[in-house]
């Protein structure tokens, strides 16, 4: 094999590629990102991020930069979208720091990627490749080559799959096939002007409904607000952008309340996503190939966490390899068991919290009765696994920034 160009190879430029390159290059790797798509771009949405993934942030370095572009909701609610009833309010902003040490944000997705790109750009330990489909990958003594479409081979020590659920990489490594949920989700980001004032808070609401749900939030400091529906069908469009067809989804939510439908009014244009995941594995790791992100561990929206796992994947991965003195093999593993435990109960949970959202007839009716029975003190404790403070695989509770660990390039 001739000389290594570089330390690490990923494949993919979204969230978790990018987290993942930065956070390596923090530890003194040389990465180079090899991206399908024209441009390193995210699409038009929201997304929230946990206490958790704002950890990370911190040991990214690159906590302001995230605050610059955030919201911050004061509360997080879910309502009857049937009844309009308040099933359960709690306290984000302050409570949140409070109990976490960090808070719940709500940011536009292409906000969060330019974040993390340009630091990317910023760093000499980055390249970033565009147009660069990679179509086959070799084991090659010790390292990896892989050859993108028209034929270029890059070669590396190791390489990180971050290619989505569609991943490639993961075919190589677990084989296993996608899991359609029969459900699609309809979003659309528009001016907040364009809302009531009395829908226009500065609140994550979920309108749960019989299966259905409307999730909505303000985005970019309030200026802009996101709108997610999602119900039940067995439609199959390939894809994260495709054109939603408004019939469908005002027929699914026809018997729905009047904030709903004035909510879903205001909007002519829907973008679709048919949602899917995988069952939960273990199998991420094939010597010096690891899965990250979607790749590793896909899973439904419902606990807003698939993005905020990817980091928290980007940040460990970089600990392990500081912690394994740059043995790809060993810091894999210990990645690996590092983290799909935690990401199993996630994909898990996440199903679980689609039913929740989503029930009919007595269970509908015990969801509401159970949920608003509970004191606010009952709901933070349901959350302390996930958001808690602690990483799992820092015992010291580790908060100093990569940067600090850095173990210097050997390619
Ligand atoms: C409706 C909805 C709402 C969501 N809301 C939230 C939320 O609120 N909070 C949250 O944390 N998460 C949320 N998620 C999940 C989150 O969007 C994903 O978990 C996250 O984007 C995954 O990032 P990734 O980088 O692993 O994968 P992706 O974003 O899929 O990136 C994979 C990249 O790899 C590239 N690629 C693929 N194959 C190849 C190849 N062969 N060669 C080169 N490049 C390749 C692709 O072009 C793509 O750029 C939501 C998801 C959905 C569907």
Redesign the pocket.
Known sequence: MPKLDRNVIV???????LSAAYALSLIGKSVTV????EEFAEIG?????GPN?YKMFGRLGIVDDVNAVSAFPDHLMMRDSITAEVVTKIRAAEEFRKRFGYPYAVIH?ADLHSVLLRRCQASDNVQLRVN????DIQEAGHGVEVTTEGGRVFSAESLIG???????TRELIAGDRVRPADHI?Y?AVLPAAEIPDELRTNTMTLWAGEKTHLVQYPLRGGDLFNL?AVFHSDRFVEG?NAEGDPEELHAKFADKCDEVQTLLGKIDSWRM?V?NDREPIRDWVKGRIAL????AH??L?YL???????VEDAVCLADMLVNECGDYEKAFLRYRDARYLRTTRVQMTARLYGEIYHASGAARDFRNAELSSWPEERHYQGMSWLYGISPTWRDDGGTEPLEERAVGTTA
């Open positions: 494949i993919g430029g979204g969230i978790g590629g090899l991206e399908q798509a949405a929201g997304i929230q991020l993934s997705r660069s489909r990679v179509t971050a290619d989505g659920i569609r991943s490639m989700a979003r997610v994260w996503w949602l990250l992100g979607d790749a896909p899973m929206q807003a966490q698939g993005a905020n796992m990817a």
